[in-house]
């Protein structure tokens, strides 16, 4: 572990979260403008690119790469970023390159207020001490602990349905993923108030996100910042008083909390509370809405493509006959499931886009590009790349065979990011977003209303905007 910091030490230097950064996205471009030509893209203030931003932003950026190539300039607002799109752009930016960006002041730290120094809002040998010690939790058997709670809990959310009827399958999974979170995460009772308020406290502080952006930039008392700065409050409070509670008592649970709190690094030395708090808040954040949105993406194309459906509940049938897949069982014996939740995720990957912010000047692809800019990959993007993927917005699992992937790319597919800052909750989340979708299919046949068409929100994760009705009919 570093020398230079100790867990325990106080967090990383404060940066301007959300659209309050703007003066200094604008301070910061005009130096490096001084010292050399930006890279050639959408350079001028557009209100039609900054509507398309919010409500087409897929086709948005493959026009952009269309016309400028793998990497481009895209005012947002008054913003300038750069965006770097494709295989080789996503190796660039998470592996061979990843040394020219920080996270932290990229738009990575919108997140500041709500989650604090968690992994996502951190860099260097702050974050990596943080990772370390996390890592722990994230272990192969304490999943598998977890899993039993995934089995447990999507069994009983799918008894409760309907035999028939119409149901938001989006809402029905965020609560389902929200009953999973509280129990992995934090060893809740998901039917005690605490955890139905700890639930509702984080999702009104994340509803922020989802304001346009004139709203989150005012100050003031009745604001959504005043609101969300309450939310925040809340959840220290909550959340603190469950930390002093299970350190009074010393017991180490099978959740994810018990292992933060039980972590320690080379020194014997274990995470503060508020370190513990900010740990907590980001896990939270960024794998409830993310197995969610995963799960109900994926029942939204089963719908569409009955065969699908169809050959899963047939795997679930030859392999578990009538019970529900065992932890063990979930990737290595199931794999028409698998391939189908890969496609889902190649689709619809629910953190689209990976914001950072360029820390040197450097150079991709003969292009050079300047240091202090805001940038970003998107796997969203790479994934619909039709000179990558054939027939790039079909549902196609089969696409996912061993000897199909074998010619994709390195950086093609990166629905979890790589590298050294891979997703830490992949085995998690690619867990749960299996037995959930495992126990919907294994009882019902899907179909969507006549006339819904899928409106996907990318705010601040992809999501069915106005949510998902499906029609559930007992197989
Ligand atoms: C289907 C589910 C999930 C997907 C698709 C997903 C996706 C991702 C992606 C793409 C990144 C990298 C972002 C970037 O490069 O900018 C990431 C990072 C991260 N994810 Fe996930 N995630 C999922 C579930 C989870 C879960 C369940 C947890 C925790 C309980 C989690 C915790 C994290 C954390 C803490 C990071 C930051 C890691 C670091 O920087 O060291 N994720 N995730």
Request: charged share 25%; aromatic share 10%; glycine share 10%.
């Given at each position: 572990m570093s020398e230079a910091v100790r867990i325990g030490d106080p967090g990383p230097r404060p940066a301007f979260p959300g659209p309050w950064a703007l003066p200094v996205d604008l301070r910061d471009e005009l130096r490096a403008r001084r010292r050399g030509p930006f890279p050639a893209g959408e350079n001028r203030p557009s209100l039609r690119n900054t509507w398309r931003f919010r409500h087409d932003v897929l086709d948005l950026l493959r026009d952009c790469y269309e016309r400028h190539g793998p990497i481009f300039g895209l005012r947002i607002v008054f913003g300038y970023n750069l965006a770097l799109i494709g295989p080789e752009a996503n190796h660039f930016v998470l592996v061979s390159g990843r040394q020219n960006f920080g996270w932290r002041f990229g738009r990575m730290g919108d997140l500041l207020t709500l989650v604090g120094d968690g992994l996502l809002t951190t860099d260097g040998d702050y974050h990596d001490a943080s990772?370390?010690?996390?890592?722990?939790?994230?272990?192969?058997?304490?999943?598998?602990?977890?899993?039993?709670?995934?089995?447990?809990?999507?069994?009983?959310?799918?008894?409760?349905?309907?035999?028939?009827?119409?149901?938001?399958?989006?809402?029905?999974?965020?609560?389902?993923a929200m009953r999973i979170a509280m129990r992995a995460l934090f060893g809740f009772d998901p039917d005690s108030g605490r955890a139905g308020e700890v639930a509702a406290?984080?999702?009104?502080?994340?509803?922020?996100?989802?304001?346009?952006?004139?709203?989150?930039?005012?100050?003031?008392?009745?604001?959504?910042?005043?609101?969300?700065?309450?939310?925040?409050?809340?959840?220290?409070?909550?959340?603190?008083?469950?930390?002093?509670?299970?350190?009074?008592?010393?017991?180490?649970?099978?959740?994810?909390?018990?292992?933060?709190?039980?972590?320690?690094?080379?020194?014997?030395?274990?995470?503060?509370?508020?370190?513990?708090?900010?740990?907590?808040?980001?896990?939270?954040?960024?794998?409830?809405?993310?197995?969610?949105?995963?799960?109900?993406?994926?029942?939204?194309?089963?719908?569409?493509?009955?065969?699908?459906?169809?050959?899963?509940?047939?795997?679930?049938?030859?392999?578990?006959?009538?019970?529900?897949?065992?932890?063990?069982?979930?990737?290595?014996?199931?794999?028409?499931?698998?391939?189908?939740?890969?496609?889902?995720?190649?689709?619809?990957?629910?953190?689209?886009?990976?914001?950072?912010?360029?820390?040197?000047?450097?150079?991709?692809?003969?292009?050079?590009?300047?240091?202090?800019?805001?940038?970003?990959?998107?796997?969203?993007?790479?994934?619909?790349?039709?000179?990558?993927?054939?027939?790039?917005?079909?549902?196609?699992?089969?696409?996912?065979?061993?000897?199909?992937?074998?010619?994709?790319?390195?950086?093609?597919?990166v629905p979890f990011g790589m590298g050294p800052r891979v997703c830490i909750g992949k085995r998690f989340g690619y867990t749960e977003v299996h037995a959930i979708a495992a126990a919907l299919v294994r009882r019902f046949r899907f179909e969507l209303p006549a006339r819904y068409e899928l409106d996907v929100h990318q705010a601040p994760t992809l999501s069915p905007g106005g949510g998902m009705p499906v029609r559930l009919t007992p197989r």
């Amino acid at each position: 572990m570093s020398e230079a910091v100790r867990i325990g030490d106080p967090g990383p230097r404060p940066a301007f979260p959300g659209p309050w950064a703007l003066p200094v996205d604008l301070r910061d471009e005009l130096r490096a403008r001084r010292r050399g030509p930006f890279p050639a893209g959408e350079n001028r203030p557009s209100l039609r690119n900054t509507w398309r931003f919010r409500h087409d932003v897929l086709d948005l950026l493959r026009d952009c790469y269309e016309r400028h190539g793998p990497i481009f300039g895209l005012r947002i607002v008054f913003g300038y970023n750069l965006a770097l799109i494709g295989p080789e752009a996503n190796h660039f930016v998470l592996v061979s390159g990843r040394q020219n960006f920080g996270w932290r002041f990229g738009r990575m730290g919108d997140l500041l207020t709500l989650v604090g120094d968690g992994l996502l809002t951190t860099d260097g040998d702050y974050h990596d001490a943080s990772r370390a010690i996390l890592m722990p939790a994230f272990h192969k058997e304490r999943v598998r602990a977890a899993a039993a709670v995934m089995r447990e809990e999507s069994a009983a959310a799918v008894d409760s349905l309907p035999a028939g009827g119409t149901v938001d399958v989006y809402e029905w999974t965020r609560t389902l993923a929200m009953r999973i979170a509280m129990r992995a995460l934090f060893g809740f009772d998901p039917d005690s108030g605490r955890a139905g308020e700890v639930a509702a406290r984080f999702e009104s502080g994340l509803s922020f996100h989802a304001r346009e952006f004139p709203m989150q930039m005012l100050f003031g008392p009745g604001t959504p910042l005043a609101r969300l700065r309450r939310d925040r409050a809340a959840l220290e409070e909550m959340v603190g008083a469950e930390v002093a509670r299970r350190r009074r008592a010393g017991a180490d649970g099978a959740d994810i909390l018990s292992s933060l709190l039980a972590s320690t690094d080379d020194e014997g030395r274990g995470l503060t509370d508020r370190q513990v708090l900010d740990h907590v808040l980001t896990l939270l954040f960024a794998g409830h809405d993310t197995a969610t949105s995963t799960a109900s993406f994926l029942v939204y194309e089963l719908a569409r493509n009955p065969e699908w459906a169809d050959r899963i509940a047939a795997e679930l049938t030859d392999v578990c006959g009538p019970r529900d897949p065992r932890p063990e069982e979930l990737f290595e014996a199931l794999p028409v499931l698998t391939r189908s939740v890969d496609e889902a995720l190649r689709l619809y990957p629910p953190a689209w886009i990976g914001p950072r912010r360029s820390v040197r000047d450097f150079e991709f692809g003969g292009v050079r590009a300047p240091a202090g800019i805001p940038c970003f990959y998107s796997s969203w993007v790479s994934h619909r790349l039709p000179e990558v993927f054939e027939d790039p917005d079909r549902f196609d699992p089969d696409r996912f065979l061993p000897e199909r992937r074998a010619r994709w790319p390195r950086g093609a597919y990166v629905p979890f990011g790589m590298g050294p800052r891979v997703c830490i909750g992949k085995r998690f989340g690619y867990t749960e977003v299996h037995a959930i979708a495992a126990a919907l299919v294994r009882r019902f046949r899907f179909e969507l209303p006549a006339r819904y068409e899928l409106d996907v929100h990318q705010a601040p994760t992809l999501s069915p905007g106005g949510g998902m009705p499906v029609r559930l009919t007992p197989r």
